[in-house]
């Protein structure tokens, strides 16, 4: 005999732990620096969209209605811009169907007007805010009657539960997830939407002090901690206040947001638009004891 002496069991257990330890982080690594690089390019993508649509509304005086028209008007020239790096689908663009028409003003710098809730395996979503700011949140559960919901799809019926126990009871017809993250103010913001063309009912019951909006093909309203119903209707689309305060911004159109709170008996301030036109809607919004109102801010509309 030579006397050599081979690894024993416990040198080879350990070296082999050592060896799978290594390559798990070599994995991780390499993983999430590819992650890292699609969501830098995501937002490239949305800080260029950002200037386009900023050019879009100087030169036409309303925004556009869909990011393609970015693309066919010359405003973007590269169809890559519109496809998300983290997007595995067919589609040519990934960030139309959440996409949400506002003018770009600082007084509303912390309104987004574009998201991307693909990112970090679904954890992670890119928002473009109004400021021109692109910023990274973390995507929080929705629920759809008890199972987990998807950003980006359209549910009929039922109710939607986020993290903040706010419920989106859809009464009639459609309603779409389009995101529910932390913004870059370290709140909740959670958006659901309207598909053009349909028709339908939601109740929004909304906790706790977190952002929420409804966004219509007219309209866009918003909570600060209220019970409201969205008429979603072609012809006559509406807002309805239950509890406390709203406000409604107009889509397409250049005009001031309207705060509204519960009115008249029939507690309805009725948006009436029926091809996005300029006029004002007839109704008459007036306060409610909950806290004190800026003056002016009840107001007839004519």
């Not at 901690?225 to 911004?249: A, M």
């Amino acid at each position: 005999m030579n006397g050599k002496k081979g690894f024993s069991l416990i040198e080879v257990v350990i070296f082999c732990f050592i060896a799978i330890t290594l390559l798990t982080l070599f994995i991780g690594l390499a993983v999430n620096s590819k992650e890292f690089a699609r969501t830098i390019g995501c937002v490239n993508n949305m800080k260029n969209i950002a200037q386009a649509v900023e050019n879009f509304q100087a030169d036409h005086r309303t925004t556009p209605q869909n990011l393609q028209d970015l693309l066919a008007k010359g405003y973007i020239q590269n169809s890559k811009m519109l496809k998300c790096p983290a997007d595995k689908s067919e589609d040519e663009n990934s960030y139309d169907k959440f996409y949400i028409g506002r003018f770009i003003a600082s007084e509303k710098s912390n309104n987004v007007f574009l998201v991307c809730p693909r990112h970090h395996r679904k954890n992670k979503t890119v928002a473009a805010y109004l400021s021109y700011a692109v910023d990274i949140g973390k995507n929080r559960n929705v629920f759809w009657g008890g199972a987990p919901a998807e950003f980006g799809e359209v549910y009929t019926g039922g109710q939607l539960t986020f993290a903040d126990g706010t419920t989106v009871d859809i009464e009639e017809g459609k309603a779409g997830l389009a995101a529910s993250f932390v913004d870059n103010t370290d709140k909740l913001y959670s958006i659901v939407y309207a598909a053009q063309g349909e028709t339908g009912k939601i109740l929004v019951t909304h906790e706790g002090d977190s952002r929420f909006e409804v966004i219509t093909p007219a309209v866009i309203a918003g909570v600060e901690g209220t019970q409201f119903r969205v008429v979603n209707d072609p012809v006559n689309p509406s807002v309805e206040p239950i509890r406390d305060t709203i406000y409604v911004e107009y889509r397409w159109r250049d005009a001031e947001a309207i705060t509204a709170t519960a009115v008249d008996i029939a507690k309805t301030l009725e948006i009436i638009l029926p091809d996005y036109a300029a006029n004002l809607p007839v109704g008459i919004a007036k306060q409610v004891p909950r806290k004190p109102v800026p003056p002016g801010l009840a107001k007839k509309f004519k």
